[in-house]
């Protein structure tokens, strides 16, 4: 029998000719929905300073003939991580049209890489009608869509990492040549998306479901893990890189493996550019990060339907999803992105949990669940107003409200049609809920852009900007500047963290300036951070700038040559 047919009695309703969930209505929900969250709006904002302006500026350099081996960000080497998505990125900017739509599908791609793995390992342990599911939430969880839509590596990061996790759980269960390939293969891309914490990820998650395994087939999974295809695979695809970079640059092999990697994890990394937290740091965040599902990943089951195969598979999630989980938590480096890795694994148990109560008609526990969800985003909705996190606040109100009133439009539709048994259609409304939000969430950043990108004032002073630009202090606040520029930009009286390495050892001539010796016929624009304005107003260069405004904490400033 095969495992979508031995699921059967669990997706059907009580009456044989009736089921709860229409597997063409979730088929084409789960591929069509969140391919069009992912994409809605993707290039009409600008790349956003800091993260999206600093590793589409690496892009960029690349693309314009910069190495391949040792990545490069405003013209000095960066090797804090690896080079995966950079390549990816570089590939697409070839041309001039539409940076930020190009940029943003490399983590796009890996969003909808992520499904599809996430498809497939459901379909093959739990049936067809549960991995649909399983792709609608997590196409759906609005932490997911987030990081799928901006210039980041953890998308690829959890992809790979992701796919290795679900190709050795199918290796150590049906082997063959192909598993063995892919899990390597996945897991060797991982590596090279974000470094060999993946390594020590995959290792401790399947290290710990084999201890759970019976004796027997505790002995036969960790004879099918040890494969030599699997690792030569991984070796050949992994390791020429490494190996490359630490030829090419002399100091890589200690900053990259122990600065980055073991120092990172300790605390003891330098520069100090991240910080810590409490051991429950990251459950808020990935509540949510699961959101509108957050609510429906508890829910206990009044029987015990589930095969054996189905209670091996949620054992694995969970494994999946609290091992990265417990070893975030207790790093000294925290970033509020990081728990992106635990929300696939998550997703298959949200569609499992969703299926027990679509199997035990409990309507009731559903609508709670949704009404949790819909006072959830209320709240993060009008606290927002409230605490004025947005410029203009009066002018949000209105949309804000739309808001408000379509996840409830959502919330009471979702509940309605599970109450008529139409489970699938119930579901899908409930993934709605992502698609205000997430329009919301880009009309915001298009609103907010003059104070979150650089390209509004180039492009109000393209005199000034097509001379000299400068940043002063913080490169990181200003990091969609070069890119924009087309060029490096140099630094004035350097405090920037992502360039630290380069500074310290002398890279990059020309690109780390003191103020005093910026020449007198020099003009242009200084960029600064408004909590700088003090600093540099007691430079050697205060006499000569003129203020051209302010958005947010972003400020601009007009050099003028000095007065003879």
């Not at 999974?221 to 030599?228: E, G, I, S, T, W």
């Not at 989980?325 to 949200?350: E, T």
């Not at 890119?483 to 500074?503: C, E, H, K, M, N």
Request: glycine share 6%; charged share 15%; aromatic share 10%.
């Amino acid at each position: 029998m095969s495992t979508d047919a031995s699921h059967l009695h669990a997706l059907a309703a009580a009456g044989p000719r009736r089921r709860h969930f229409e597997p063409h209505a979730l088929a084409i929900a789960a591929i069509g929905l969140p391919l069009t969250l992912m994409v809605l709006g993707l290039g009409s904002y600008r790349l956003l300073n800091n993260n999206e302006g600093l590793y589409a500026e690496i892009a960029r350099e690349m693309a314009q003939g910069g190495s391949w081996i040792i990545p490069h960000l405003n013209g000095v080497p960066y090797i804090e991580k690896p080079p995966l998505v950079y390549w990816l990125a570089a590939l697409l900017l070839r041309g001039d049209d539409a940076p930020e739509f190009l940029v943003r599908l490399v983590p796009a791609a890996a969003g909808a890489l992520t499904l599809a793995f996430t498809w497939w390992f459901a379909a093959g342990t739990l049936g067809r009608r549960v991995a649909w599911l399983a792709v609608l939430v997590l196409g759906s969880c609005v932490g997911f869509l987030a990081m799928s839509r901006v210039v980041m590596l953890d998308m690829w990061l959890t992809a790979m990492l992701t796919a290795a996790l679900y190709a050795s759980h199918a290796l150590m269960h049906r082997p063959g040549r192909a598993v063995r390939i892919a899990t390597g293969m996945t897991l060797a891309l991982a590596v090279l998306a974000k470094g060999w914490i993946a390594v020590l990820l995959f290792a401790l998650v399947v290290a710990t479901y084999v201890l759970a395994l019976e004796r027997g087939r505790r002995a036969q999974a960790l004879q099918r893990l040890r494969a030599p295809s699997l690792w030569l695979t991984f070796a050949v695809i992994a390791l020429p890189w490494h190996i490359a970079a630490t030829l090419e640059l002399r100091e890589f092999a200690w900053f990259y493996f122990v600065n980055e990697h073991v120092l990172r994890f300790l605390g003891l990394r330098e520069p100090h550019d991240y910080y810590g937290g409490p051991a429950w740091y990251y459950l808020p965040r990935l509540a949510l990060a699961l959101l509108p599902w957050t609510f429906l990943l508890f829910v206990r089951r009044r029987s015990t339907r589930e095969t054996a195969t189905t209670n091996d598979t949620a054992r694995f999630l969970r494994i999946a999803s609290l091992v990265p989980l417990a070893l975030l938590s207790f790093s000294s480096a925290k970033a509020n992105y990081y728990a992106i890795l635990c929300v696939p694994p998550l997703a298959i148990l949200v569609a499992l949990n969703v299926v027990t109560l679509a199997r035990e008609r409990r309507v009731r526990g559903f609508a709670f669940r949704v009404g949790a969800v819909v006072a959830t985003f209320a709240a993060i909705s009008f606290a927002s107003l409230h605490y004025g996190l947005l410029t203009d606040v009066q002018s949000w109100i209105p949309p804000s409200a739309l808001l408000v009133a379509a996840i409830v439009c959502l919330g009471t539709a979702a509940v309605g049609l599970a109450a008529a048994n139409r489970w699938s259609a119930a579901c899908v409304a409930v993934a709605l809920i992502s698609l205000p939000v997430t329009a919301f969430t880009v009309v915001v950043l298009k609103a907010e852009e003059p104070a979150l990108s650089a390209r509004a004032w180039i492009d109000a002073h393209e005199d000034l900007a097509a001379q000299q630009s400068w940043i002063f202090a913080d490169f990181e606040a200003f990091s969609a500047v070069p890119f924009y520029a087309g060029t490096p930009v140099p630094v004035i009286d350097s405090r920037s963290r992502d360039l630290a390495f380069a500074q310290r050892l002398g890279y990059g001539e020309g690109m780390f300036v003191r103020s005093r010796d910026i020449p007198a016929p020099a003009r242009g624009l200084v960029w600064y951070e408004r909590r700088r304005q003090g600093e540099l107003e007691a430079t050697a260069i205060a006499s000569r700038l003129s203020p051209l405004g302010c958005a947010g904490e972003q400020c601009v400033a007009a050099l003028e040559p000095a007065k003879e």
